[in-house]
């Protein structure tokens, strides 16, 4: 299949440790965040979002960190799984617009 | 299913022809989106539709580049006079109101 990012900083994790996906993200007037999966030669797949009137999330192994101060978001991902290999993306929404603006992505890896 | 569809999955032409791409998103979803993505990098917003009313153009969007979705439905993406730096993936995402953005698996696209 086709490769989604070829030179990503990538993540590399035991199978059935936990990972940490980190991303800075750029307009302080954003509102709303999501994360995507993205695996080679499809589209990117919803995982979690969270608004800006909050500052965690909690999904099935999943968790998302919102820090407004420092504009960053985290994806947490518990007890990884060889089927959460893929890139992942965080994309934020700047208020009063239908923009979304989508990091550059990190590449995870889980070793078995 | 009732996913995000695109067509075609791949796409070959060579310079200076023009291409359209097609966008079937869910079922009363409302609001549809165009992004491009290239390798290495996140989905590029390229447009906003909220039904038929293209609402917002990203200046990525240059006058070769036309999209429609005449009936509310379907979307289409032309490119005129392609050029080599047209190639990249494709991707429509839909949703209903305010929240998540489905993908669909994007259109491949190779200008020679």
């Known amino acids: 299949g086709e490769s989604v990012g070829l030179h990503l900083p990538t993540l590399s994790v035991q199978e059935g440790d936990n990972s940490i996906i980190n991303c800075a993200y750029s307009?302080?007037?954003?509102?709303?965040f999501i994360w995507y999966k993205q695996e080679s030669g499809k589209g990117p797949q919803f995982i979690i979002d969270?608004?800006?009137?909050?500052d965690k999330r909690q999904g099935q192994r999943v968790t998302v960190l919102l820090n407004k101060t420092v504009k960053h978001l985290s994806l947490q991902i518990a007890a990884t799984q060889p089927g959460d290999s893929a890139v992942y993306f965080c994309?934020?929404?700047?208020?009063?617009?239908?923009?979304?603006?989508f990091g550059t992505g990190t590449r995870l890896k889980v070793l078995a | 299913d009732t996913g995000v569809s695109q067509n075609p999955r791949h796409k070959i032409t060579k310079r200076g022809q023009n291409v359209t791409f097609r966008c079937d998103p869910i079922?009363?979803?409302?609001?549809l989106y165009w992004y491009r993505q290239t390798l290495g990098q996140g989905p590029e917003f390229l447009t906003y539709?909220?039904?038929?009313?293209?609402?917002?153009k990203s200046r990525l969007l240059s006058d070769r580049f036309s999209a429609e979705r005449p009936k509310g439905s379907f979307s289409t993406l032309e490119i005129q006079r392609t050029e080599q730096g047209d190639s990249a993936m494709y991707l429509c995402?839909?949703?209903?109101?305010?929240?998540?953005?489905?993908f669909g698996p994007g259109t491949r696209l190779l200008v020679l």
């Open positions: 307009n302080s007037a954003s509102d709303y």
């Open positions: 969270i608004r800006s009137n909050m």
């Open positions: 995402a839909s949703s209903f109101g305010d929240v998540v953005q489905y």
């Open positions: 079922s009363e979803h409302n609001r």
């Open positions: 539709f909220q039904n038929e009313a293209q609402l917002e």
């Open positions: 994309a934020e929404r700047v208020s009063g617009t239908y923009k979304y603006i």
